[in-house]
């Protein structure tokens, strides 16, 4: 493949996380599949975020993961887990095997995020606790005057919880700008739409006023994703929000925006018309690509 | 306790606070979170001495745990400072899954515990915490007794490596215990004299040891041998020790500043049923009813828990036994 000399890096780069995407998608659907299993909608959604965070943005790897002085990141919304094990298996933290595990019986790789994975720093998997357990890793570090910096996803469903706005009283109040909170915001919960279930907007005002420094994203877009996370801190002093705009179910048409794909597991058909979907953007992206 | 011819000292709650600025001097990674309760966590000249080792959070149970097990995680000693009621209750699902579950070492001060509040009513009292959290996996339970356990606990708990949850009041302690007494997490501290039989084993924990121990040298005087236990550790449960107390003793009784379900005594009659050691059992604690109002001693005289009352039921028991 020919690429141009001004870009090139950044283009190899994105289309590499762009094929991702697409690699990622399929695990995550082999592993619910097999497993019988999980949150399929919500790991669609938010994997293209994790794909640009532990390929990109954040000094994460099964090298230095020991190490206090590195990148950190909290999975807040514990349940779509198998976005998350995609994601550090492609990482090298454990075999790719071991996603055959997931679910079994006295299988470390359970339903939700626990530290008996490696690469997974905090059990979650109960709502509204990811936001705390990130301030106080983001002040930890600026007590001990460490450059690195706390990531964690969140659902919007999640928002109602109240701890959520107690530890962002705390993030600001503290000046964590090394700590960056995104927003998985997908717009449906296991009941219906966020919105209708209980509202929370507007979210931008609600974080602006709480103190945060807010940007918007759509997070689907690897290359919105790179440019906006290539900029940290937004702004010096304030912790960083991010609103990601996904589609709940995103890459495969008929999960796309639909309640029933929070944790339902496709039959056999549903299953191969997904491959199918996947296989055809591989291909597209392999050809929209060699443009580069 | 009326009548006592122990030393009064200071409130553990003092002794606590004494303690971790002496640690915290030499420890720079130790952390004191408080939600709002420095004044009464007696952690203000803490936080005046040593401004860079104590973060506020608030009056935000949840978030305070959660801050916990994230400072924690990046090694820091860190201790949670808020009253027992609020800590173990609006903070317990924090407690369970961000400090227990995910095996962070916070050290969880629950402060002015079971019904120190006396007056201000139920939602000052914790007399659930050792029912929640003994029902939680991988978090260790202390309620010191007096000034000497209450150091020798914060200072163990400095590098305990599990999540470690410890509970005082804030009343004036006296000393119980012999100046060479040995404390170790997880062993209880016989008070009394050995010997091969006793009349009445009484097994204490917290602030109760002291009623419970003035009770056992009235029954001394009235010739009633006692195998008294300040068993200031409810996980890991000293199983030889309360064995042993009860092999050796007619009866057994228990006393607690906690509900009557779940705490201590619930902990040693299942024991000892499960052991096999069948003695007459009594436990004395706060009962399943809507708790009396008034001061500390006085929720204590109103539910059995004073010298008097403990001596009382050993008698009771005693005679019913015999007849």
Same mark, same amino acid.
């Given at each position: ?124 998997? %109960? ?6 357990? %990130? ?158 | ?27 720079? #990674? ?5 939600? #709002? ?6 952690? @203000? ?100 007794? $007096?000034?000497?356990?209450? @150091? ?46 006793? $009349? ?24 009633? @041998? ?11 449960? #000293? ?85």
């Amino acid at each position: 493949m020919t690429t141009k000399p001004t870009h090139s890096l950044r283009s190899e780069k994105t289309r590499m996380l762009r094929h991702k995407s697409i690699l990622y998608r399929k695990t995550i659907l082999e592993m619910i599949y097999q497993a019988r299993a999980g949150h399929t909608g919500g790991s669609l959604s938010c994997i293209d975020i994790l794909n640009v965070l532990y390929n990109h943005v954040m000094n994460i790897n099964p090298q230095n993961f020991t190490q206090v002085n590195r990148d950190h990141y909290i999975h807040s919304k514990g349940h779509s887990v198998e976005a998350l094990y995609a994601v550090l298996a492609d990482k090298g933290f454990f075999p790719r095997e071991l996603l055959g595990n997931v679910e079994k019986y006295s299988s470390d790789f359970i339903g939700h995020p626990t530290r008996s994975v490696l690469g997974i720093e905090q059990n979650t998997g %109960a709502l509204g606790h990811g936001l705390s357990v %990130a301030v106080g890793m983001a002040l930890a570090a600026k007590k001990d005057g460490r450059s690195n910096r706390i990531f964690t996803i969140m659902g919007d469903g999640e928002l109602t919880e109240g701890s959520i706005w107690e530890a962002s009283a705390s993030a600001a109040h503290y000046g964590l700008d090394n700590l960056i909170a995104i927003i998985d915001r997908n717009t449906l919960q296991i009941t219906g739409h966020t919105e209708h279930v209980m509202n929370m907007e507007p979210l931008e005002a609600k974080f602006t006023a709480f103190g945060f420094a807010v940007r918007h994203v759509d997070g689907n877009n690897v290359e919105e994703l790179v440019t906006l996370l290539e900029n940290l801190p937004f702004e010096p002093g304030k912790p960083n929000l991010v609103l990601a705009h996904t589609v709940k179910g995103k890459g495969i048409s008929y999960m796309e925006d639909q309640i029933q794909w929070h944790h339902r597991v496709p039959t056999d058909g549903e299953y191969a018309a997904a491959l199918l979907e996947l296989d055809a953007a591989e291909k597209h992206l392999e050809k929209t690509d060699g443009r580069f | 306790m009326g009548g006592s011819n122990l030393q009064i000292g200071k409130t553990n709650l003092d002794t606590f606070a004494q303690t971790l600025m002496e640690l915290a001097a030499v420890d720079r #990674d130790i952390l004191v979170l408080t939600s #709002d309760s420095r004044g009464s966590g007696r952690v @203000t000249p803490f936080a005046e001495k040593f401004p860079e080792q104590i973060v506020e959070i608030g009056i935000a149970e949840q978030n305070l745990v959660g801050v916990a097990a994230g400072l924690a995680s990046a090694g820091k000693k860190v201790f949670v400072v808020s009253p027992a009621c609020f800590l173990t209750a609006r903070g317990l699902e924090q407690i369970k899954n961000d400090i227990a579950y995910s095996d962070h070492p916070v050290k969880v001060i629950g402060i002015s515990a079971g019904v120190s509040y006396g007056s201000l009513g139920t939602t000052h009292h914790s007399l659930h915490d050792f029912a929640a959290l003994q029902s939680i996996n991988n978090i260790d339970i202390i309620a010191p007794a $007096d000034n000497f356990e209450t @150091t020798q606990a914060i200072q163990a708990a400095v590098h305990h490596p599990r999540p470690i949850y410890i509970r005082f009041g804030k009343k004036p302690m006296p000393a119980i215990h012999a100046p060479n007494a040995h404390f170790e997490i997880g062993k209880a501290i016989k008070l009394t004299a050995e010997r091969e039989k006793y $009349d009445v084993a009484l097994i204490a924990t917290g602030e109760t040891v002291t009623p419970t121990y003035l009770a056992s040298q009235e029954l001394e005087e009235k010739g009633i @041998t006692c195998c008294v236990l300040s068993l200031h550790t409810l996980r890991p449960f #000293d199983e030889e020790a309360v064995r042993q107390a009860a092999e050796r003793s007619s009866m057994v009784i228990t006393v607690e500043e906690h509900s009557v379900n779940g705490g201590l005594g619930s902990r040693v009659a299942s024991f000892l049923m499960q052991a096999r050691i069948f003695r007459p059992l009594r436990i004395v604690g706060i009962p399943d009813v809507h708790t009396v109002t008034g001061s500390q001693v006085e929720i204590f005289n109103h539910y059995g828990i004073s010298p008097q009352a403990l001596c009382q039921t050993a008698l009771g028991l005693l005679e019913k036994e015999a007849g």
